[in-house]
């Protein structure tokens, strides 16, 4: 071994010369050999040789670990010692390999820290876990497995669920104490996976901590603020983050810290309060870029934010309204849901607090609204849960605003709510309905609604099978608002639109009943409740809400609303409501009219037949609008070459009644003579509108060809009136053309033709 060790040349030790020393002499200079020999300098820090060492065991160590982690991941251990051997193992990585089952990995911890018992505080299981989970942080594990709910959700109740701290020994509390801020460590490690905070992590952490603030045990919510309070002050003192769109929980963030705040519990008050402050300070930094191109409006914020804290986070109305100012449209509606459900009954937080909430954030200047929906659908779930006279009062009010405001898509989300329109839905639409301005708007748009198979009739390939859903439920709607009658005047201006939205939509039901009675053999009858019922039902409130008694008690003593119901005789009915709209006001027939003749131009085939059954009716009205008759004579010429029969007889059933009354005893120049009082403030040049309904003679002329003999009657009919109400010179121009199609019908041999031909023919003949 002498000649292994370095001699230095400047010092030679001439004892080592001497071969045989005296055993005495031998003994003392063995321990200066030994020292000088066998004990090595301490190696410097950045000696090779160290260095290698340490790295050699520092890799048998990573080994080790890893061959241990493996093992334990295939195994089935329950023993506490080795699992905590394993959660060291994890804490004594350097790096993670490619090979390693990392789900696995999560999924294992994950389980330990379920498996611990809530009910005390004994062991370091817990501690070692988020100890490993940071180091798994800083290996690069993924974040998003270690941010995962499982395992957070686990994390946090396994701490939460522990007995009041206040009822711990005092092992069990230092231990808790440990614990909760390993906690903390663990949540700032993986907020800080890189250098600048990960703003998508901390949003994942945030969403699953604020459920804990509404847990019925005042020691869980204490936890849990105190954890949002620790997270906000430490992204309070920072400056940069990772880029993200947008911190989508700041909202509910803000909502949930300020119902906290109200809390009697003196603790959770102050962590709130707190955490509003911290909250207050990041927000200004997370907004910064935006708020920076105020310039020095900017400045002012930053220099004022110290100061408004000092008050402002003891009043709600100020908290909502300074916090308001800055959030984006889907953050002002996550405070606003967050207030409706600290509204709750079953709350633990403060009504009057909540209540406060919605109030204000609903006035805060210039802020934007999206997510109309979720507002509704919160208002729906949770209105037969809210009894406090005072919260749904201002319910009512942010329901009416959001109504006003967002129309189109409040009706269409209550609409969607509730098929059957059931209590609370029904008690919406009454609130929607307590005030004019919102009535109006509200009332039109179902009327969009009734009119939606009109509208998508091109896609209903894409449509499912069964009712249009939004016109039906848009049907019951109507029905229970016209039956509170709250709405009158608004209905009563809505009328017309109303009226033919009904209408229409009744036809389209009883047609999809038929088709589908028919296809199960089913007898075609109304149901007690079935749409078809249900809509003339709403159809008679309607007629009942606008002050039209008489017209619903006439269709009552007609039978009218059975015939409405039938496929068969479903025109015959809306002849017979027609008949009974004839006596509405000027304003509201004219623009039912010009609607009809929207209407019929558009040939919409699913409301073709019942339009021209009302046309027909409404020509007996002498005040139709001005300068119509082209296009009602153009419409009548469709209507006698139109390829249905039951069209083909209502446009000669119209040319015979227009312009007067069926009941009209009148002679026929009389009443051919009432076109000169389509509109009494009009003069009309007689012979121009005989000159117009001469343009109609071919039209009727071909009907005689009819295989129907009813048809041919009805023809035959019309044309004596036609020429009835020619002057003689006109007359004799069209006898010739009228002779040649009326001849070959004196040798019709059927029972019954030769008898009425000749009687119907005497103008011709010049009787």
């Known amino acids: 071994m002498a000649e292994e060790v370095p001699k230095a040349p400047s010092k030679p030790i001439r004892a080592w010369e001497e071969t045989k020393p005296p055993q005495r002499k031998s003994w003392r200079k063995s321990p200066q050999r030994k020292q000088e020999l066998c004990v090595p300098q301490p190696f410097r820090a950045d000696s090779p040789v160290y260095c290698n060492a340490c790295l050699r065991r520092l890799d048998w160590e990573h080994k080790e670990a890893l061959d241990y982690i493996n093992a334990f991941l295939t195994s089935n251990e329950q023993d506490e010692a080795k699992n905590l051997k394993f959660l060291d193992s994890i804490s004594s990585l350097r790096s993670l390999p490619a090979f390693m089952d990392q789900v696995l990995l999560v999924e294992k911890i994950t389980e330990l820290i379920d498996h611990e018992s809530v009910d005390s505080l004994t062991g370091v299981m817990r501690q070692q876990a988020m100890l490993a989970i940071m180091k798994l942080s800083k290996v690069k594990l993924s974040v998003w497995l270690l941010t995962r709910p499982r395992l957070l959700t686990t994390c946090f109740s396994s701490i939460f669920s522990l007995p009041p701290a206040h009822t711990m020994e005092e092992v069990e509390a230092a231990l808790y104490t440990k614990t909760l801020k390993t906690m903390d460590e663990m949540l700032k490690a993986l907020v800080c996976e890189d250098k600048e905070p990960n703003l998508v992590v901390l949003q994942n952490i945030v969403k699953v901590l604020l459920p804990w603030t509404t847990s019925k045990e005042v020691h869980e919510r204490l936890r849990a603020v105190g954890r949002i309070r620790w997270l906000m002050e430490f992204m309070g003192s920072q400056c940069k983050f990772q ?3 947008e911190f989508s929980v700041l909202g509910q963030l803000v909502g949930c810290l300020t119902l906290c705040r ?23 930094h997370l907004k910064s870029e935006s708020l920076r191109k105020l310039g020095a409006e900017y400045r002012q914020i930053l220099k004022n934010s110290q100061v408004e804290t000092a008050f402002w986070v003891t009043n709600t109305r100020n908290i909502t309204l300074i916090f308001g100012k800055y959030l984006e449209p889907s953050e002002g509606m996550d405070f606003l849901l967050t207030a409706i459900d600290g509204m709750r009954d079953s709350s633990v937080h403060d009504a009057v607090t909540a209540r406060n909430m919605l109030h204000t954030i609903l006035e805060v200047p210039g802020l934007r609204w999206w997510r109309m929906s979720e507002a509704v659908r919160s208002i729906y779930n949770h209105l037969d849960s809210i009894s406090e006279p005072l919260a749904r009062q201002e319910l009512r ?46 009332l039109g748009e ?3 609604r009734l009119q939606e198979p009109a509208r998508r009739r091109y896609q209903l390939s894409e449509r499912p099978a069964g009712f249009p859903p939004l016109a039906l439920q848009a049907t019951r709607a109507v029905y229970v608002i016209l039956q509170e009658q709250a709405c009158r005047q608004e209905v009563k201006e809505l009328f017309p639109q109303l009226y033919v939205a009904l209408l229409f939509h009744v036809t389209h039901t009883v047609q999809h009943t038929a088709s589908q009675e028919r296809e199960h053999n089913q007898e075609d009858t109304a149901a007690p409740l079935s749409p078809v019922r249900f809509a003339v039902k709403a159809m008679e409130a309607l007629l009942l809400c606008a002050g039209y008694k008489e017209q619903v008690t006439f269709m009552m003593k007609q039978g009218g609303w059975d015939l409405l119901m039938s496929s068969d005789t479903h025109h015959k009915g809306v002849c017979l409501l027609a008949r009974a709209m004839v006596s509405l006001n000027f304003q509201e027939r004219n623009w039912i009219f010009y609607h009809l003749m929207a209407i019929l131009s558009d040939r919409d085939d699913r409301r073709y037949v019942p339009a021209v059954a009302l046309f027909i009716q409404l020509l007996q009205c002498p005040d139709l609008g001005y300068g119509l008759e082209d296009a009602i004579v153009e419409e009548m010429s469709r209507q006698l070459r139109d390829h249905q029969t039951v069209v083909r007889w209502l446009g000669l059933k119209g040319l015979s009644i227009w312009p007067v009354s069926q009941r009209s005893t009148r002679s026929s120049e009389e009443l051919w003579k009432g076109l000169l009082l389509l509109r009494s403030h009009n003069k009309f040049d007689t012979h121009n509108i005989v000159g117009k309904l001469q343009r109609l003679l071919p039209d009727v002329l071909e009907r005689l060809q009819e295989v129907d003999r009813a048809l041919i009657h009805k023809a035959i009919a019309v044309l004596k009136h036609l020429l009835a109400g020619m002057d003689r010179q006109s007359a004799s121009c069209a006898a010739v053309q009228v002779a040649e199609q009326l001849l070959p019908l004196f040798d019709d041999v059927r029972p019954g033709s030769s008898q009425e031909i000749p009687s119907n023919c005497g103008h011709v003949n010049g009787g």
């Open 243 to 245: 880029e993200v769109e």
């Open 262 to 284: 109200a809390e009697q519990e003196q603790e959770i008050c102050q962590s709130a309060v707190e955490g509003l402050r911290h909250l207050y300070s990041f927000m200004l």
């Open 397 to 442: 009010r942010a329901l009416l605003l959001l109504g006003y405001r967002f129309s189109e898509e409040v009706v269409g989300t209550l609409l969607g709510c509730s098929r059957s329109c059931d209590s609370v839905a029904a008690e919406m639409w009454k609130m929607l309905t307590s005030q004019p301005n919102t009535s109006r708007k509200i």
């Open 446 to 448: 179902l009327v969009s």
